[in-house]
């Protein structure tokens, strides 16, 4: 079993991805953004490789207006040196990577120039991951559609442009249920008949149910046998949901004890589960450290040494409770560091206590910082107790500093991205 995440890795340095609007799109302007992003990418592998990551998807955004008619250039073909070099990090690490096209990319449309479009985009996703060089399980994940207004002609519709796709893109395909228009049952039926990989993701399928009396488990085991050997392990989307945001909207965090009731249920590793939820890997680390088998202490000490400023610019007593956790280098108290930390997180913050904490890592600078940085920041320290000043301008005079000082210890720490 695999357990990952989507796109972004918060935290990590040097993986952000930049774009460009159409009208300022040029030769010049694509050949730096690709370059670009393709170095984000790398890096964000190599995050993977370090951290055990071994799931991830990929943006769809890699190659901007990598799909449309105004990106001329063989990318493929120009960048073949640096998509080479990170496919084999993905092939030897073990990663299985996959791609997300958006919700414009629909192969069901009457519309003939939006189904023509949803082929294109399919195409680049392809080539993007044969450009890796990765195997055929490395998937691109795809909603059925739209329903307009007659849901069995939509599903007619869907299977005869599928059949119409190229071999490589139909290798790499995979569909998957929905929060509106097509149910588990729905794409089970058509994965079936078309012989197409299925994913289940939870909080659809919660959302917009085929019926109440199957669970999510009996659903994700039915979605297993539409899984060929050739299409490795099953995957599915596993979310929850934001209880202060409208239906379908993923969860800030994973709550990890509810996440961990589900993987009870599962009792099945030949299976990958794919997070989608805002904090990205910063969830799948917990939830890997949580079902890890290999349960190191030092796995836990590196994760707390990037929470730990954070957790007590949050709440102090939790700092103090999690230090004490992590003091028994004969346990492995996983599930209790991350509970805590989530509550912490939920806290609102007090000026005070945020005080403290930016005082604390201000610690790192006192015998580096000059005389004039150290007036300064006390001053911002006041303005800001005072209200004159955010707590996100104290923490970016102390990015400065950690960047200009090179703290290393810092420049993992979640105080400055969460």
């Known amino acids: 079993m695999s357990i990952g995440y989507a796109c972004l890795a918060i935290g990590a340095p040097n993986t952000d991805l930049k774009s460009c609007i159409l009208k300022n799109v040029s030769e010049e302007k694509l050949m730096f953004l690709i370059s670009y992003n393709l170095n984000s990418l790398e890096n964000i592998i190599d995050y993977n490789i370090k951290n055990n990551i071994k799931l991830f998807r990929m943006t769809s955004d890699l190659i901007p207006f990598g799909s449309s008619p105004a990106n001329t250039l063989q990318w493929w073909e120009l960048f073949s040196s640096e998509l080479a070099r990170i496919g084999k990090k993905i092939q030897a690490s073990g990663m299985r990577v996959s791609m997300h096209p958006g919700q414009y990319t629909v192969l069901n ?20 991951l044969d450009s890796l060089g990765v195997e055929k399980n490395h998937k691109i994940v795809l909603h059925i559609g739209g329903v307009y207004g007659d849901k069995k002609l939509a599903i007619s519709r869907f299977m005869i442009n599928y059949s119409s796709l190229d071999e490589s893109v139909k290798n790499r395909l995979v569909i998957e249920n929905d929060d509106r228009s097509y149910n588990i049952k729905d ?11 299925v994913i289940c993701d ?7 149910p ?5 669970d999510i488990i009996t659903w994700i085991n039915e979605c297993k046998k539409t899984w060929n050997e ?6 599915i989307h596993y979310s929850q949901q934001d209880t202060s945001k409208r239906a379908g909207a ?6 990890i004890e509810e996440f961990l009731d589900f993987y ?13 939820v805002k904090d990205k890997n910063l969830s799948a680390l917990k939830c890997i450290n949580c079902t890890s088998r290999d349960k190191r202490i030092n796995d836990l000490e590196i994760e707390w040494s990037k929470y730990k400023y954070k957790v007590l610019e949050s709440c102090p007593s939790h700092y103090i409770e999690i230090r004490k956790l992590l003091k028994d280098k004969n346990e492995y108290p996983a599930i209790e560091m991350y509970k805590l930390i989530e509550d912490a997180m939920k806290k609102e913050i007090i000026i005070g206590i945020s005080i403290n904490a930016a005082l604390h890592v201000f610690g790192y600078f006192k015998k580096s910082a000059s005389d004039k940085e150290r007036i300064s920041f006390l001053k911002s320290i006041e303005e800001y107790r005072k209200g004159a000043l955010s707590n996100k301008a104290i923490k970016n005079k102390l990015w400065k500093m950690t960047v200009k000082y090179e703290q290393s210890y810092l420049f993992d720490s979640y105080y400055f991205t969460i």
């Open 250 to 255: 993923h969860s800030s965090t994973i709550d």
């Open 230 to 235: 050739k299409d490795g392990y099953q995957k």
């Open 264 to 276: 009870e249920r599962l009792g099945r590793k030949d299976i990958d589960i794919m997070l989608e």
């Open 210 to 214: 085929y019926s109440k009396e199957k």
């Open 187 to 197: 794409v089970l039926e058509i994965g079936i008949q078309m012989n197409i990989p």
């Open 202 to 208: 939870n909080l659809h399928n919660e959302i917009n």
């Open 109 to 128: 449309s009457p519309n003939v120039d939006v189904v023509n479009r949803a082929i294109d985009d399919l195409e680049y996703h392809t080539k993007v």
